[in-house]
Each structure stands twice: as structure tokens, then as C-alpha cells.
Nanobody, 123 residues
């Protein structure tokens, strides 16, 4: 079983930046794509970003293209989400996900996901 543990959330002003981290624990995630999704109160789960095992392919949701960047460090079993130019509408619980297929993450049907970390953007 894979455990995904997110960190780095918090309160930030609009226009600011945050960097989220997600550490995979338990069995190896070797070969797995990893990614991020978010859910705001009263809204559906939204795909944010995904990255292939090699890091060579990245996918982004339309709302975050050009502002967010996903990366990973396979030696540390960790994936990151750098969030810049944050807006109040980015406020949500951000969850990490893992799946052998990165498109499964974009379809929100991933094999593993974490409990999430809260990001609050004030105006």
C-alpha cells in the first residue's frame, strides 16, 4: 500500500506563492505518475497537474497553466507543486495522487491519493 502525505499548505495573500510537497511512503512508487488535485468547498474535485515517472511529461489543468509548476524527486519519493500568482479562487484542499497512468490522474480516477493540505488565498 502507498501512503501519500502532503505538506506546505497555509494562508497566503493574493499574488503570493506557495510550494506544496507530497512524500510517498510504504511500498515504492517506482514507475508511477504522480499529480495534484484540489477540491474547494461545495465544488467538484478538480485536476491540477500530473507528471510522468521520468518527469519528462507534464500535464496541467486549464485554470493553473502558466502559474503552477509540478516537479518530482524520485530519490526522495516526493512530488512538488510550485504555485505562483495565487488567486482567491485557488483556495481549496490540495491532494496528492499516484497512478501508473498519468491520464488516470487527470480523469480523477487515480489508484492512490492523500488526505490533502489546505491552501487559503486571501484577497
Amino acid at each position: 500500500q502507498v501512503q501519500l502525505v502532503e505538506s506546505g499548505g497555509g494562508l497566503v495573500q493574493a499574488g503570493g506563492s506557495l510550494r506544496l510537497s507530497c512524500a510517498a511512503k510504504g511500498r515504492t512508487v517506482s514507475g508511477y505518475a504522480m499529480g495534484w488535485l484540489r477540491q474547494a468547498p461545495g465544488k467538484e474535485l478538480e485536476f491540477i497537474a500530473a507528471i510522468s515517472w521520468s518527469g519528462g511529461t507534464k500535464y496541467y489543468g486549464d485554470d493553473v497553466k502558466g502559474r503552477f509548476a509540478i516537479s518530482r524527486d524520485n530519490a526522495k519519493n516526493t512530488v512538488f507543486l510550485q504555485m505562483n500568482s495565487l488567486k482567491p479562487e485557488d483556495t481549496a484542499v490540495y491532494s496528492c495522487a499516484a497512478d501508473l497512468n498519468p491520464t488516470a490522474i487527470s480523469r480523477r480516477s487515480m489508484q492512490y491519493w492523500g488526505q490533502g493540505t489546505l491552501v487559503t488565498v486571501s484577497s
